[in-house]
């Protein structure tokens, strides 16, 4: 087991060193990544006074609103069905391991008690209440990791120099752009949340896109900003949305709304680096509550995306958009429940794994523990599946069941004869490696 530990550290390790120079990841760092990679499974929340418009996350750009007129929002945000310990419980028995949460989106609004700007949940709402602090108690009460999506856009701060989304926006002072004074701004947040919300296992930055389409390439300062984050946090895990290859000083690499090394959206295909991997992708089509948005995955295609995440070796982040109430929509909850009663049969084919030895295939994906090889088929019309292996496969079961299935050697591989598979989420065969 310790050497397994050691040969893991020395992997992280070299995958850094290619991907960042400059930059040297401390024990606790690297610690963290592990724990990070184990877990496979996490919930994003998007959730701000956007959600009181009920048209996701974007509206204040999508209209192209007057910033003080959306502002006014923060007013009538009073979610009295807010219940942090509801909140976690649910999370926890979704199977998931640790909680993303929004504490500043592009819109600007902080979710807890800043003291950098009046915008914020303590100070511009009649609820007061610091959401983040005690979203951070329960998260530790209840042995759940906590991350922090924070937004380098603002479409609302008139230092921000504006980017290539939000030019619809109107009632900022242009000639009041000032990139140094919005810098710090960010860094005295980026303190008070690495100093007052207990251990935070994972910064997400987001929003590096909007001056992508720069004549000049922006220089966000990232470096500076990363190292600062290491600094009060060792342990803390940076990740950038910025759809690229990982910028040094970035301790995972995150794709949106894709797996790793597929391109749907048009957001990935990056080249996949040797750091940890994260997916993130939503419930139903948007982020942040949407009322007209009821688009629900089905729970069979939330399991199997999640299987296929770790057949890629890298974890889903799956969202959820709570109510304005302070609720988690009822079709999310279900879907939550039912994903964390699959993981409690089947998630030690899931949690601590790698990527398996064949990669994605029409009928399904596999994944490795040490010498067992989960294969998971979702759909199969043959009697077998051919498995191009260079290892000796010793013996094959039913995951859930333990029955022996039959499996021979063949011409590059094994084939194992599991029967045809219509009727299963996730049919996992386990297969002892040699
Ligand atoms: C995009 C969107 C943002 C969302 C994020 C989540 O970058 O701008 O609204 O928070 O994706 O991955």
């Not at 108690?137 to 008139?158: F, M, N, P, T, V």
């Not at 993130?280 to 629900?296: E, I, R």
């Amino acid at each position: 087991m310790k050497q397994v530990l050691l040969s893991l550290i020395l992997i992280l390790t070299v995958a850094t060193s290619a991907t960042a120079q400059g930059y040297t990841p401390t024990e606790e760092n690297l610690r963290s990544r592990k724990e990070f990679a184990e877990d496979r499974f996490g919930i994003f929340i998007h959730w701000g006074i956007y959600s009181i418009f009920a048209q996701g996350e974007w509206y204040l750009q999508n209209v192209g609103l007057n910033r003080d007129e959306y502002a006014k929002a923060a007013d009538a945000f009073y979610p009295h069905r807010f219940n942090a310990k509801e909140w976690v419980a649910a999370i926890k028995a979704s199977g998931a391991k640790y909680i993303c949460f929004t504490s500043r989106h592009h819109d600007s609004f902080s979710m807890w008690d800043t003291a950098e700007s009046e915008f914020n949940i303590v100070d511009a709402t009649p609820y007061k209440r610091d959401i983040l602090k005690e979203l951070a108690k329960e998260c530790k009460k209840q042995g759940i990791a906590l991350h922090l999506y924070y937004s380098h856009a603002d479409w609302s701060r008139d230092e921000y120099p504006r980017g290539r989304t939000a030019t619809g926006v109107t009632g900022r002072n242009a000639e009041l752009i000032n990139w140094p004074a919005y810098y710090n701004f960010m860094n005295r947040q980026i303190t008070e949340l690495l100093t007052n919300y207990g251990p935070v296992r994972a910064i997400w930055f987001d929003g590096w896109w909007d001056h992508d389409e720069d004549e000049t390439p922006f220089d966000w300062q990232l470096d500076e900003q990363y190292a600062l984050v290491h600094k009060l946090q060792p342990a803390c895990l940076v990740a950038n949305n910025h759809h690229q290859v990982p910028f040094e000083g970035e301790d995972i690499q995150i794709f949106e709304r894709d797996l790793p090394g597929e391109n749907t959206h048009g957001l990935s295909g990056q080249a996949i680096s040797r750091l940890p991997l994260e997916t993130c992708q939503t419930m139903n089509g948007m982020w942040g509550y949407k009322v007209v948005d009821q688009d629900y995955k089905s729970t069979e295609t939330l399991i199997r995306y999640l299987v296929s995440a770790a057949g890629k070796g890298a974890n889903l982040l799956l969202n959820v958009g709570p109510q304005p109430n302070g609720e988690l929509p009822e079709a999310a909850l279900e879907r939550m429940k039912a994903m964390g009663e699959w993981l409690s049969v089947n998630g030690d084919t899931i949690y601590a794994t790698e990527a398996g030895d064949v990669a994605q295939q029409e009928w399904g994906c596999t994944t490795r523990k040490g010498d067992r090889l989960f294969v998971h088929i979702f759909e199969l019309e043959g009697d077998a599946v051919v498995l191009p292996l260079e290892c000796e496969v010793i013996e094959a079961t039913v995951f859930a069941s333990g029955e022996s299935v039959s499996f021979e050697k063949c011409d590059g591989g094994y084939r194992i004869i599991t029967g045809p598979v219509t009727d299963a989420i996730d049919y996992i065969v386990e297969l002892r490696t040699k």
